[in-house]
């Protein structure tokens, strides 16, 4: 084998070592880290007052299951998710005549915290 080719391999090779964790990252929505999922889980199960509605495994009780792949709301992607937090779901735009969903869900969590608790939402129906 030529020097040139066995360079041109080696590098070949590097690369695709380099790439492979970046590849399993990728898999989590832009701006969404393992440690944000886990944060959100607790938000949604204490502070974020979630679990009131959707129940503490997030099956559904008063609000939809949010473990499924069936979105009433948009398509389940995380800037939709973080949309639907912030801004809840106003009487008029629900489905299932259960009532409405406040901003945040009528609790006081900050906007890292809907950012974690979105990002709980998401792993839910897209386990990595
Ligand atoms: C007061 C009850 C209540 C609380 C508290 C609440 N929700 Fe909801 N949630 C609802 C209702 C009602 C709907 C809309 C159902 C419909 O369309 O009729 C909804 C819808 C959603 C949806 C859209 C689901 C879909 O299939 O499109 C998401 C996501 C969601 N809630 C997340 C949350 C999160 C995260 C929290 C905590 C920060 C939260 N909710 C707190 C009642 C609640």
Request: aromatic residues 4%.
């Amino acid at each position: 084998m030529e020097m040139r080719t066995r360079l041109g391999l080696l590098v070949v090779a590097l690369t695709c070592m380099a790439a492979a964790p970046a590849a399993a990252q990728a898999k989590l929505p832009a701006g969404v880290t393992p440690a944000m999922i886990a944060k959100g889980k607790t938000v949604f199960t204490t502070t974020g007052l979630c679990f009131a509605c959707h129940g503490m495994d997030a099956k559904g009780t008063v609000g939809p299951n949010l473990t499924d792949q069936t979105w009433i709301h948009g398509k389940g992607t995380y800037p939709e998710i973080v949309q639907i937090v912030t801004t809840g779901i106003p009487v008029e735009k629900t489905t299932l005549g259960k009532g409405a969903m406040a901003p945040k869900g009528g609790s006081q969590i900050s906007e890292d915290d809907v950012k974690a608790v979105a990002a709980y939402v998401w792993s839910l129906s897209n386990p990595t």
